[in-house]
């Protein structure tokens, strides 16, 4: 068995985590800290860190990692784009991922999004707590009967997909594979312009690549119908955040949610109630009555986070014992 450092740990990590260990009986460190350069040498001597979404796993922090001892990166997450593969592969260290948890937890997160920022509930609910009970400024839409839009369907977005039919949308798909089984429910797959053109609510659930980089940028915001609404809870860097504001300001965009954001790493997972974000394009975000942000939570259920803890330890525990059972290695090819 082997110490594991386990960075960016809150305590809800270290419940889901000590009860996995249980039956696989590592050293676990839980570490507050943020992996970054100026954080790498408090994991000195440890064959394996854990990280999260917001770790710095750059090419110098890989070195440095290396040169201490490090073999093995296990991310509990599903996303690797915070990793600098090539760097990995050349100093030797495995990288392995948490490909699925509970998909169900962010799909179920995208529609509460959905409900509570047609039906402002989040202004609402602050109204009634100051003994405001005017409706002006309340006004949604019926969602039944609206055109829904869901970029990838992956296991996530296959569920977004399917509760927005539930809910009597007519919904719309883009992906390079088609899931014959919402062909079956009567979704449309289309290609990126035209769900731009025909969706009320559009739904970003694919993964940040290269391709997918500001998916959503000032032409993708032409193309969309007027007083759309957007919904984000993939990866922050799908949106270009300046270009939606603009589309916010015009009325382009009537509604927006998002559950990441692209500069996320620096506010995101810590209370910073008591100091001055100097972040202006976020600070900017928190000025429209019709943005619903919510940070970086649609994972965090107790399924999920057993599942995050679960898959990890048994893939250090598979990768170290050179056992048959699946490991989830991330390569420069995944």
Not at 225 to 244: C, F
Request: glycine letters at 6%; aromatic letters at 6%; hydrophobic letters at 45%.
């Amino acid at each position: 068995m082997a110490e594991i450092r386990i960075f960016s740990a809150k305590r809800y990590d270290h419940e889901g985590f000590e009860r996995a260990n249980a039956s696989h009986g590592h050293t676990l460190t839980f570490l507050e800290p943020r992996l970054e350069l100026d954080t790498v040498g408090l994991a000195a001597g440890a064959p394996v860190v854990c990280v999260f979404v917001n770790d710095d796993l750059s090419a110098p922090v890989i070195e440095a990692l290396a040169a201490a001892g490090t073999t093995c990166i296990a991310l509990r997450c599903a996303g690797f784009n915070n990793v600098d593969l090539a760097a990995a592969e050349h100093h030797g260290i495995t990288v392995v991922r948490v490909p699925a948890y509970s998909p169900n937890a962010v799909a179920e997160h995208t529609l509460a999004l959905i409900l509570a920022l047609n039906r402002r509930i989040h202004r609402a609910y602050n109204r009634v707590r100051d003994l405001n009970f005017a409706l002006d400024g309340l006004v949604g839409f019926d969602v039944a009967g609206k055109t829904a839009g869901v970029v990838g369907t992956g296991k996530i977005g296959t569920i977004v997909a399917r509760l927005l039919w539930h809910l009597r949308c007519r919904v719309v798909a883009v992906d390079s594979w088609h899931d014959p089984h919402l062909v079956e429910l009567g979704v449309e797959y289309v290609d990126l312009d035209t769900l731009f053109a025909q969706s009320d609510i559009i739904s970003l659930n694919c993964p940040l690549t290269t391709e997918t980089h500001h998916l959503i940028d000032a032409d993708a915001v032409a193309k969309m119908r007027d007083e759309v609404m957007l919904v984000n809870t993939g990866r922050g860097a799908l949106i270009d955040t300046e270009a939606v504001i603009d589309g916010l300001k015009r009325g382009k965009i009537g509604s927006l949610a998002l559950d990441v954001y692209e500069e996320e790493g620096r506010l995101f997972f810590e209370d910073r109630s008591h100091e001055i974000i100097d972040d202006d394009v976020f600070a900017r975000l928190l000025t429209f009555p019709n943005v619903l942000i919510t940070a970086h939570q649609a994972f965090l259920t107790r399924e999920a986070l057993d599942a995050i803890a679960s898959t990890t330890l048994d893939n250090v525990t598979n990768l170290l014992s050179g056992a048959a059972s699946p490991v989830h290695v991330v390569s420069d090819t995944t």
